[in-house]
């Protein structure tokens, strides 16, 4: 079975300029997860979602960032306009019912912002 | 303060001695779930274990053991006979009420041949 798919892989972009992540979870999962990792600050939950309805945002850092989930298969984090302070590892998660079960984790997007 | 406590940044072990990972969490809740996950070099964060408050019995699994007390709100990890395909950065993790989850700082375990 497919885990968390996570694209770009790689992400180069400039100071200024709009990104976007994008995420397909397990299928059959109902939860979605969105994480940043930096050396700094560690793993940070930013936002997830139940049944593609956002429940918890206040891990999101500013107004620059937002999350989408349209549907059950796909979730985008936008990040407009980025700064280089938001380089980082973001990772993408599913689960079967929120906070209480295991994640399982896509292989995460680095994006750098010079 | 902080919701889930791993003191240890950094272990370094010889090839088959056997380590314990510390995780010391904090919580009002009398539901919640802790959870251990691996991050190998190759970056993707791996499921290794959840357990529920109301289940204190020790969990073995392979070479993997987790100790869970709720007396000292500690859930340790311990890996027999590491092998240096265990090297990698283990995080605690912590979820109760109010849609409230806490990962560790990790700590970083390196295995030497």
């Known amino acids: 079975d497919a885990g968390v798919i996570q694209s770009p892989r790689h992400e180069v972009t400039e100071m200024g300029q709009e990104v976007t992540l994008r995420c397909k979870p397990i299928?059959?999962?109902?939860?979605l997860f969105w994480y940043r990792q930096t050396m700094m600050r560690g793993l940070e939950l930013l936002i997830y979602?139940?049944?593609?309805?956002?429940?918890?945002d206040s891990g999101m850092p500013e107004d620059r960032f937002s999350a989408k989930m349209p549907n059950a298969s796909f979730s985008t984090l936008k990040i407009q306009p980025s700064e280089p302070r938001d380089s980082a590892v973001y990772f993408c998660?599913?689960?079967?019912?929120?906070?209480?079960?295991?994640?399982?984790f896509g292989p995460g997007t680095r994006l750098t912002v010079t | 303060a902080q919701k889930v406590t791993q003191a240890q940044t950094e272990i370094s072990v010889v090839e088959k001695e056997d380590v314990t990972l510390d995780c010391v969490y904090e919580?009002?809740?009398?539901?919640?779930?802790l959870f251990w996950y691996k991050q190998p070099p190759s970056g993707e964060l791996v499921f290794l274990i959840r357990?529920?408050?109301?289940?204190?019995q020790n969990e073995i699994s392979g070479r993997y053991s987790w100790n869970f007390q709720k007396s000292t709100s500690s859930f340790n990890f311990t890996i027999t006979a590491s092998q240096v395909v265990d090297s990698a950065v283990y995080f605690c993790?912590?979820?109760?009420?109010?849609?409230?989850?806490?990962f560790g700082t990790g700590t970083s375990l390196t295995v030497i041949p």
């Open positions: 919580t009002r809740d009398t539901t919640y779930y």
């Open positions: 998660a599913s689960s079967l019912g929120g906070i209480y079960y295991e994640q399982y």
């Open positions: 357990r529920n408050s109301f289940d204190e």
């Open positions: 993790a912590l979820s109760e009420s109010g849609n409230q989850f806490y």
């Open positions: 979602f139940n049944n593609n309805v956002p429940i918890d």
């Open positions: 299928s059959g999962h109902n939860s």
